[in-house]
């Protein structure tokens, strides 16, 4: 007698199939782990980033390069273009212009170069140029956010001191603002394309000028923050929209409301450099007529107190990613963790040897580099 082929048949036939499958993969998932160690199954789940496989990138660039690390490249910029380069060292993107004193830097998978003193703007990806400019006057600076929006700070004439003109990531202008008085160092955008933050210098010090809702047409600032009689350096825009200010004795962070928040004073020291990555930053802080002895401190940007050590030696360069930190010293690099636990570097860390800058590219790699040479360290 032939069984009817019921639709509660074909369900048991499916589900005990589906079964065997299942048992199949975790017998195969168990038989990989026991010969290849527990770790492959973490890796199943992990993911998985571009591991450097070359020993020294090769930027045909002209002189006065800089760098820059992009998602998964490296980019420069010299006197005779732009150059990307993936981890394994092969170059995705050339642009060939002249630059006198070239500038780059990344937010994410996209940069931004340009002359300073000079009017040659590059804002690219990986793989292409996005938008190809000529500023209106001089170039001081420029910054790009993570959405791909950037601004450009411009000296145009005696009369327009300080110019910012911000661009969509189509490379449209979607707002411009003249500053009457003092001149504008560096501008930033929130990272929601919504907030503009213009350093100012004036005979009276420094400030900072918000504009709110960037796409109106409004000339005054919402708010001012001012240390009186301090020197801010630098401003940077967080990832969660506060805007840290980095001044010649403390660090600030502001809201986007207008309040400050001082997060950490170092008075009567002075600054030799500093690094931030995410929520981590790093400071060099030297002590007063005392030669090279100093300290580093690595902190949130909550305000809390991560790591601090003394230290005795010049610092040439320092960078900062994943919550790593990397300085370079005369005799070579060290890679220490955000508290400041030191890690030795490897032995091709004497090929650093010469170099004048660092760049983090991942928690244990870092670009050591000169006006020749570009050579990976590892820790």
Not at 123 to 136: D, G, K, M, N, P
Not at 271 to 277: E, I, Q
Not at 298 to 307: E, P
């Amino acid at each position: 007698m032939r069984s009817k082929n019921t639709p509660k048949t074909k369900t048991r036939m499916i589900i005990r199939f589906v079964t065997l499958l299942v048992s199949l993969a975790i017998f195969a998932i168990v038989a990989v782990s026991l010969i290849q160690g527990p770790a492959w199954i973490i890796n199943l789940f992990t993911p998985q980033y571009s591991e450097i496989s070359v020993d020294e990138f090769n930027f045909d660039v002209g002189r006065s390069r800089i760098f820059t690390k992009m998602d998964t490249s490296v980019a420069a910029a010299g006197t005779l273009g732009i150059s990307v380069h993936d981890f394994g060292g092969r170059e995705t993107l050339r642009d060939s212009f002249r630059m006198v004193q070239p500038a780059i830097n990344s937010n994410g998978n996209r940069s931004i170069a340009f002359d300073i003193g000079g009017s040659a703007v590059r804002v690219f990806s990986e793989t292409q140029i996005l938008s190809s400019i000529e500023a209106y006057g001089s170039v001081v600076s420029a910054t790009i956010n993570q959405n791909g929006w950037f601004c450009i700070v411009t000296q145009e004439s005696a009369g327009i001191r300080g110019a910012v003109t911000v661009y969509n990531n189509a490379g449209h202008e979607v707002y411009r603002v003249n500053l009457g008085t003092g001149f504008a160092l560096s501008a930033v955008l929130s990272p929601n394309n919504t907030s503009l933050a213009i350093l100012n210098f004036s005979e009276a010090g420094s400030k900072i000028n918000f504009y709110h809702g960037i796409d109106e047409d409004k000339s005054e600032p919402d708010f001012i923050f001012d240390i009186y009689g301090g020197l801010i350096i630098d401003i940077i825009y967080l990832s969660n929209g506060d805007l840290l200010v980095v001044s010649t004795d403390s660090l600030f962070v502001i809201d986007n409301s207008g309040n400050a928040t001082m997060l950490y004073s170092f008075l009567g020291e002075r600054l030799g450099g500093f690094t931030h990555h995410d929520n981590f930053v790093a400071l060099h802080l030297y002590n007063y007529g005392i030669g090279l002895q100093g300290r580093l401190v690595t902190l949130h940007t909550n305000g809390r107190i991560l790591g601090e050590l003394a230290i005795d030696r010049e610092i040439l360069s320092m960078s900062s990613v994943n919550n790593f930190l990397v300085i370079l010293l005369s005799e070579g690099v060290t890679f220490f963790n955000r508290e400041l636990e030191a890690f030795s570097a490897s032995d091709d860390s004497l090929s650093a040897a010469g170099a004048s800058r660092v760049l983090a590219i991942s928690s244990d790699v870092v670009l050591a580099t000169n006006d020749n040479t570009a050579v990976v360290i590892h820790r």
